[in-house]
């Protein structure tokens, strides 16, 4: 897939997060970027883009997305079409705090639909075939670790569903115009046990220090517990399991998700404090 160039002076920064930035056309108001950070391989953005429409086609609620792009920079994104006035739900919350339980309940919305849509009839990987091909990838990860990581991956496939998954989910991957609602940044698109979803949102909303959590997410951390408290009892129902209920189930596929971050941010001390932390709790 050839990437067609694109001068950064004709685009103003709008936002950012872990895996890159995002940018408004300043020639066409139709247009918005996502450009990634240039550790991420373009094989993997070229991939987001054939997602992206695979996803669409499927009905789910997803911005239309446009070609492979390189910045004057050397980076590499993806155009899409823009949502004007869009923000992510995060965000949302972040502006206007007393929006932030009714966002939380339209996200598991949004949850609870796509993991009731199956893979059956798709092409779309599963998220153990997904996470076993990023393992052959960190040659850092050798000996007892990497032992750790094959059974966990060979014990959660046993979990496996044809659920189809976000891949990436949490409130900052979903943005809103104020009438309609979509799903972004698809790289990761797949599917299994919603596990893999549901506890991606429970780790931003719950275990992220006060600064990366403002960073990345642009919420506080008491907003996102009273996002999270919301979100659950909506995905769940009103019996929903208690909080370490859930996080003795969703320990494994965190640890595994561990993977995604160390391919895409490296050996960040963070994460490699988290994953020993969760493997300890094992």
Not at 21 to 49: H, R
Not at 197 to 214: G, R
Not at 221 to 239: I, M
Not at 245 to 267: A, K, Q, S
């Amino acid at each position: 897939m050839e990437a067609k160039k694109i001068d950064l002076a004709d685009w103003t920064l709008s936002g950012g997060g872990a895996q890159g930035e995002s940018y408004f056309s300043k020639t066409d108001s139709s247009l918005m970027l996502k450009l990634f950070n240039p550790k991420i391989p373009t094989g993997l953005i070229e991939g987001e883009i054939t997602l992206s429409k695979e996803i669409a086609a499927l009905g789910l609620p997803v911005p239309a997305p446009g070609e492979l792009v390189q910045s004057t920079d050397g980076r590499y994104g993806i155009t899409f079409r823009r949502i004007i006035g869009k923000q992510s739900f995060c965000t949302a919350a972040a502006n206007k705090p007393e929006s932030c339980r009714d966002l939380a309940r339209r996200l598991a919305g949004m949850a609870r639909e796509l993991h009731s849509t199956s893979s059956q009839g798709t092409n779309f990987i599963s998220a153990c075939d997904y996470y076993s091909a990023i393992l052959d990838k960190l040659p850092r990860i050798k000996g007892d670790e990497r032992r750790l990581f094959e059974s966990l991956i060979e014990r959660l496939r046993t979990e496996q569903t044809q659920t189809l998954l976000h891949g990436d989910f949490h409130f900052g991957n979903a943005i809103t115009d104020g009438s309609k609602d979509y799903f972004i940044d698809l790289g990761a698109f797949c599917y299994g046990n919603p596990k893999f979803d549901i506890s991606m949102q429970y780790l931003v909303c719950t275990a992220l220090p006060d600064e990366l959590l403002y960073h990345y997410y642009h919420i506080t951390q008491a907003l996102a517990l009273e996002f999270w408290d919301e979100f659950k009892t909506a995905y769940y129902g009103p019996d929903a399991p208690s909080d370490e209920v859930l996080m003795e189930e969703f320990r494994p596929y965190l640890i595994v998700r561990t993977l995604f971050f160390e391919r895409d941010l490296g050996e960040d001390e963070f994460l490699i404090k988290l994953r020993r932390q969760l493997i300890e709790k094992m």
